[in-house]
């Protein structure tokens, strides 16, 4: 059963990725039906942590307040997995969906500390969530040589078809445009829509 972590959590993801969240894209995140996605989330509304204007879902300065501590715990859960469980880079967000709730307060912090006060989880994304965004999405770069800053969606599949190709972040790329967008790595090349693609963040 999902708790209302799973769906500050997953809300956060898709407006930091695509600037907006629906009840439909949480409800598929989080593997439920719509109609329980819609009762938590309109519990959530009424406690002052969403608010929904349309099919389009934002956090409020309180459940940004209340959020950004799960996310900072979730990303440094992240780099435990990695480096210490040996948990492949592309199964790391979802291999610590509910390792992250163990690790609060004063167990958090000492690990962070433990970890050597990581910037970042594996996937690039800073442990302090409201560090300044940087960086241009992949799927409005022009074609060129970029590096990857990060992948602020950490979608399984996404992930494993970037791992494909190690297009991991620190690495250089290659964008080129038609219809598509194609990601050329020394490993070989992917190709997205621009949808798709929007939350993998380049940087010249």
């Given at each position: 059963?999902?708790?209302?972590?799973?769906?500050?959590?997953?809300?956060?993801?898709?407006?930091?990725?695509?600037?907006?969240?629906?009840?439909?894209?949480?409800?598929?995140?989080?593997?439920?039906?719509?109609?329980?996605?819609?009762?938590?989330?309109?519990?959530?509304?009424?406690?002052?942590?969403?608010?929904?204007?349309?099919?389009?879902?934002?956090?409020?300065?309180?459940?940004?307040?209340?959020?950004?501590?799960?996310?900072?715990m979730h990303r440094i859960s992240?780099?435990?997995?990695?480096?210490?469980?040996?948990?492949?880079?592309?199964?790391?967000?979802?291999?610590?969906?509910?390792?992250?709730?163990?690790?609060?307060?004063?167990?958090?912090?000492?690990?962070?500390?433990?970890?050597?006060?990581?910037?970042?989880?594996?996937?690039?994304?800073?442990?302090?969530?409201?560090?300044?965004?940087?960086?241009?999405?992949?799927?409005?770069?022009?074609?060129?040589?970029?590096?990857?800053?990060?992948?602020?969606?950490?979608?399984?599949?996404?992930?494993?078809?970037?791992?494909?190709?190690?297009?991991?972040?620190?690495?250089?790329?290659?964008?080129?445009?038609?219809?598509?967008?194609?990601?050329?790595?020394?490993?070989?090349?992917?190709?997205?829509?621009?949808?798709?693609?929007?939350?993998?963040?380049?940087?010249?």
């Amino acid at each position: 059963m999902r708790n209302r972590e799973d769906y500050l959590l997953v809300a956060w993801e898709f407006i930091e990725s695509f600037d907006t969240a629906s009840e439909k894209e949480i409800a598929d995140r989080l593997h439920i039906t719509g109609a329980t996605a819609s009762q938590y989330i309109t519990s959530l509304v009424n406690d002052g942590l969403m608010v929904k204007n349309g099919r389009s879902i934002e956090l409020t300065r309180l459940g940004r307040r209340i959020t950004a501590p799960l996310v900072r715990m979730h990303r440094i859960s992240e780099v435990f997995a990695f480096r210490f469980l040996e948990v492949p880079w592309e199964e790391t967000h979802s291999s610590v969906m509910e390792l992250e709730h163990l690790f609060t307060g004063d167990r958090g912090e000492k690990l962070f500390k433990n970890l050597g006060n990581p910037e970042s989880c594996p996937h690039g994304n800073p442990t302090d969530p409201f560090s300044p965004r940087t960086g241009i999405s992949a799927g409005l770069a022009n074609d060129g040589i970029y590096r990857i800053l990060r992948i602020t969606y950490e979608e399984d599949s996404l992930l494993k078809r970037l791992a494909s190709v190690e297009a991991f972040p620190g690495r250089q790329v290659e964008i080129y445009r038609d219809s598509c967008v194609t990601i050329e790595t020394q490993n070989g090349q992917l190709r997205f829509s621009p949808e798709e693609i929007q939350a993998l963040i380049l940087a010249r």
